[in-house]
């Protein structure tokens, strides 16, 4: 049993002993105990006793009903996840069939899923730009058919030529004669350039249609008069026009990879490799001065184009 003390006597600092039946008070300093004024209670540090029927859990554990109130928790996520993604799927497929004339049209590249600009609906463009929209499309049916001709081989298997020689020479720097093959095959692909607009009929130097950089841009297009983007001519020129352009942005940044080592650099200068160097450059000129080229060259890019089966002989 616990003793009982007056309510003014002063309490000292004590610790509340745990027994199997009882607890009794006792002095941390020895002395005796005393009521706190008030009758209250004094706090202790020990924990109170737990019922007989009721273990405490082990270290490191948690008791029964912590672990089923986190599995109710977990429980109700995964419901609450999925009601919302089904939610989701119910609603989109409602809006889909609701809005099925209001699906935004990619007028920014046509055949393509990239885009430089956010979709629009085809009912909200002008007529303007709906003629835009359209000559995106010719232009891009004009450049594929381009990208199929046997000019196009030509122009990529030189291409081809062209990469590997640098390659070859830039193994072993110092080796001038490497040099000399690699400048001899980048004059080869800039003839073969010519070759591709000759054989798709298009002068590079044709001034009856405004260049665009990229067909793609939206914006761009729109810069064109309604006559220019409704011309059949002028968009297939520009399809051709672009089919070019990507490859002779290639080859112009070949030859500033040509000038960038000196040795390489030099050799076209030097009196004992001017030969092959000379004549690649000869052919160049006469076919951008004169639009002449090798019977042999023209006999290839005149051929009918690849069939939808045959793989173009550029891809190893």
């Not at 706090?43 to 109170?48: C, G, I, R």
């Not at 859990?57 to 109710?72: D, L, V």
């Not at 001709?149 to 291409?159: E, K, P, Q, V, W």
Request: aromatic residues 8%.
């Amino acid at each position: 049993m616990v003793p009982e003390y007056d309510d003014d006597d002063i309490v000292e600092d004590y610790e509340e002993v745990s027994s199997d039946s009882a607890r009794r008070v006792s002095s941390a300093q020895g002395g005796p105990v005393k009521r706190p004024v008030g009758g209250a209670r004094p706090s202790t540090t020990a924990m109170p006793a737990l019922p007989p029927d009721q273990e405490q859990p082990g270290k490191g554990k948690i008791s029964h009903k912590s672990a089923k109130q986190i599995w109710i928790i977990c429980i109700a996520i995964t419901v609450l996840g999925l009601a919302a993604v089904l939610a989701d799927v119910v609603f989109d497929a409602f809006g889909r069939r609701a809005g099925s004339n209001t699906t935004p049209v990619n007028v920014n590249n046509p055949g393509s899923n990239r885009t430089n600009l956010p979709p629009r609906n085809q009912e909200q463009l002008t007529p303007h730009q709906k003629n835009a929209a359209a000559f995106g499309l010719e232009v891009h049916k004009h450049r594929n058919e381009a990208i199929g001709s046997r000019g196009y081989d030509f122009l990529r298997l030189a291409m081809k030529k062209m990469n590997e020689s640098f390659d070859a020479a830039n193994k072993d720097r110092a080796n001038e004669q490497g040099w000399v093959g690699a400048w001899v095959a980048y004059y080869e692909a800039e003839y073969a350039l010519e070759l591709f607009y000759k054989a798709n009929q298009l002068d590079p130097l044709d001034d009856s249609f405004t260049r665009i950089s990229d067909y793609r841009d939206r914006e761009e297009c729109e810069l064109l008069e309604d006559d220019e983007l409704l011309d059949a001519a002028k968009q297939r020129k520009q399809g051709v026009y672009q089919a070019a352009s990507d490859e002779a942005t290639k080859i112009n940044k070949h030859k500033k990879l040509l000038v960038g080592f000196a040795v390489s650099a030099n050799v076209p200068d030097k009196d004992e490799f001017k030969g092959p160097i000379d004549e690649a450059k000869a052919r160049l000129k006469a076919a951008r001065e004169h639009k002449e080229f090798l019977p042999a060259d023209l006999e290839y890019v005149n051929r009918p184009p690849r069939g939808p089966d045959e793989q173009p002989p550029y891809v190893d």
